[in-house]
């Protein structure tokens, strides 16, 4: 039995950005192909590029040459309408601390048009998926670290987006916190949800992505489906002996 | 329904900062009570009213007494002359000036009067006998705070010469309404011999001493411009809105301050990425802030109508064109977010923002006309007073406050408040656009 191509919904073709005064590229044609339902991993060090790449998938950032395109929208031509079908999980908690979490989630599904009637309903569904509906009426400078990323997620969440952007979403929190997030993020891409994931936990990787690659200097030097890799790489039992083989163990910051 | 929401989230945010917006709404309320009531006595001590100085008369004939009631007569002296119980010497004068009680003292010698008369008894008949006499003329000793500015030493000098001089032409005139029918008999008995002279019935002349204080010319004082300058403002008309616009611009450093959270945050990036325009981004904060700004210029004008008349000032006059009113307010404070805005898009830090707000905004203040007229600033710098939008705002509120101004008057000023909000906005938008486009 034959398998069906899956649709490539993000595709980047031969990506550079070189920033004012850099010396080197921070993307040096970097080319991928992230297909609908996958959970596609970002991997590399710290200065491999990832949070560049991220930047310019999400309209945040403009490549100084390639193309980039999400479900056939030119990311840099057609913004707009890309910007209706991403969602972005961001490293930084970004959201307004001295508001609740509802009444960020709210303002956020404002700003995402979701229509008034179903505005209660969607935070609701979204406090609920991340564990916080109990204590959606608090500020949310009040929360712990891992509560802060959860509502970070729910916020990323609320208008269904085809794909969702993650960077780094787990870091720093506890064992607990991050378990439930990478549950929920399994259950949304059970949903249909594709997730372009960049974290430095290569378990995480390894356990929840279904293809990854790993860059550094802003080009792939690695890429397929994490047992794959760590399966054809002599002498590496798991993906982060394999990360560290390709990347090298000297410090990059 | 985005600029709604935006505009929802700003004032959320706005009130759950209950210490911030207390400092929003109460400080410039301060800022209008204080200065508002030190610009007043600015305003009294520069001739709006009489000046108090006190005055210690140790004459012992009438002229001391005299000389005080010409100086009273100008309106332009208040003198004190009772000492509240102390010692009445010129140690005690000096001592109330210096401690800064008063800014100036005057003090009469015992032998002014009969210093003065005496002078000009010899002035007169030097000038019958056609020689010039040195004169010993009588001494008035003032005592000035070394603090009080060159202007307002001058006036008050001006008002003490004035007085001398009258008191000297009054003096001069009787020593020479009583010299005169002497000096003739003496010219008549030294022509004619004493003899002659006396065997004649001649009818000297008098004269009256009245005539030396009819005035020969009557200075009539008059705007240049009467149509525009028909009141002047009084010092709450004046102050109120020069430091309620002042109030009004400074929120400049909280709004700029909004924008710069917001990038350091993170939820500017993260907006950034969803179907939200700029100008409802932008504009969300410019009307939140502007509802504040709004009720900040209604407080301010509470204190300069019901709380500054109660510490002694005059009560605002609002004039009669509450609409013109509510539109300068208006455009005045669309003025000012539209600057935060700028402010804070252009600013790379809150430090920086908040320096560079409150500077801008200061010179601003100064160049306007806020601080001090424009009229006593240096040529160059009323060149430059057309540029600052808190001049624009003044002069349209006291148009409205002082001269029966209306929405035509006031027109060209709301025009260039709006402009200049366009403007900011406009150049925002531009460096917003290009964050957006991440160039």
């Known amino acids: ?253 | 329904m985005l600029l709604l929401a935006n505009i929802k989230k700003e004032l959320l945010l706005l009130s759950r900062d209950r210490a911030g917006l207390l400092v929003l709404f109460v400080m410039p309320m301060l800022l209008v009570l204080v200065l508002s009531l030190i610009q007043d006595n600015l305003f009294r001590a520069t001739g709006e009213t009489a000046t108090r100085a006190i005055y210690l008369n140790l004459d012992q004939g009438a002229l001391g007494g005299k000389l005080g009631a010409l100086l009273e007569s100008t309106g332009s002296l208040d003198l004190i002359t009772d000492f509240a119980g102390e010692k009445r010497d010129i140690s005690s004068a000096r001592q109330k000036v210096f401690s800064g009680d008063y800014q100036f003292a005057v003090v009469v010698p015992p032998e002014f009067s009969a210093e003065i008369t005496s002078a000009a008894e010899t002035a007169v008949q030097s000038a019958f006998s056609q020689k010039t006499t040195d004169l010993t003329t009588g001494q008035l000793m003032i005592f000035f705070d070394p603090t009080v500015r060159g202007v307002y030493r001058t006036a008050v000098t001006n008002s003490l010469y004035r007085g001398l001089l009258g008191l000297e032409i009054a003096q001069k005139s009787e020593a020479f309404a009583r010299l005169l029918p002497l000096e003739v008999q003496r010219s008549i008995n030294q022509q004619l011999g004493t003899e002659m002279a006396a065997q004649m019935q001649l009818d000297l002349p008098v004269i009256s001493s009245s005539w030396s204080r009819q005035s020969l010319i009557e200075l009539t004082e008059e705007s240049a411009y009467p149509e525009k300058y028909q009141t002047l403002p009084t010092s709450v008309q004046q102050n109120v809105p020069a430091w309620t616009l002042f109030g009004m611009f400074f929120i400049v450093i909280p709004l700029a301050g909004t924008l710069i959270r917001e990038r350091q945050e993170g939820t500017l990036t993260r907006l950034m990425t969803m179907p939200v325009g700029n100008g409802s981004l932008l504009l969300g904060k410019v009307f939140a802030y502007q509802i504040v700004c709004l009720i900040q210029f209604g407080l301010m004008l509470s204190v300069g109508k019901f709380i500054l008349p109660l510490l002694g000032t005059p009560v605002l006059e609002l004039g009669s064109a509450p609409l013109a009113l509510i539109i300068v307010a208006i455009s005045a404070a669309l003025a000012a977010c539209g600057y935060g805005i700028l402010v804070g898009v252009l600013a790379r830090s809150y430090d920086q923002a908040s320096s560079f707000g409150a500077v801008s905004v200061v010179i601003a203040a100064a160049l306007g006309g806020v601080m001090v007229p424009v009229y006593v600033m240096p040529r160059v710098m009323q060149d430059l007073s057309v540029l600052s939008p808190l001049g624009w705002g003044l002069e349209a509120f006291l148009d409205i406050f002082v001269r029966n101004g209306n929405l035509l008057s006031v027109l060209p000023g709301v025009a260039a408040l709006l402009g200049f909000f366009l403007f900011c906005i406009f150049c925002a938008s531009v460096v917003f656009c290009r964050w957006r486009r991440g160039i």
């Open chain 1, 1 to 253: 039995m034959t398998q069906t191509p899956r649709e490539i919904l993000l595709s980047t073709d031969n990506l550079v950005k070189v920033y004012p005064a850099a010396d080197k590229p921070a993307l040096d044609g970097l080319s991928l192909n992230v297909a609908r339902g996958s959970i596609f991993g970002l991997l590399g060090p710290n200065g491999a590029g990832k949070t560049t790449a991220i930047s310019i998938l999400c309209t945040l950032l403009r490549p100084t040459s390639g193309g980039v395109s999400i479900l056939g929208h030119d990311v840099v031509r057609q913004a707009k309408e890309v910007r209706r079908l991403i969602g972005l999980v961001p490293q930084d908690i970004a959201l307004y601390p001295s508001l609740t979490a509802r009444e960020n989630l709210r303002y956020f599904a404002r700003i995402q048009r979701i229509p008034s009637r179903k505005i209660e309903t969607r935070v609701n569904e979204c406090l609920e998926l991340v564990g916080l509906l109990e204590c959606a009426d608090r500020r949310v400078a009040t929360y712990s670290g891992g509560m802060k990323r959860r509502a970070n997620l729910a916020v990323g969440i609320l208008h269904q987006p085809e794909i969702l952007f993650l960077d780094e979403p787990t870091v720093g929190i506890d064992a607990q916190s991050r378990s439930m997030i990478l549950e929920r993020l399994t259950e949304l891409n059970r949903g249909g949800m594709t997730l372009v994931y960049t974290t430095h936990y290569m378990e995480e990787a390894q356990q929840i992505c279904d293809e990854i690659v790993i860059i550094d200097a802003g080009k792939v030097i690695a890429s397929g489906s994490p047992k794959t890799l760590v399966n054809d790489a002599a002498d590496c039992s798991n993906l982060e002996e394999l990360f560290l083989a390709l990347t090298g163990k000297q410090l990059r910051d």
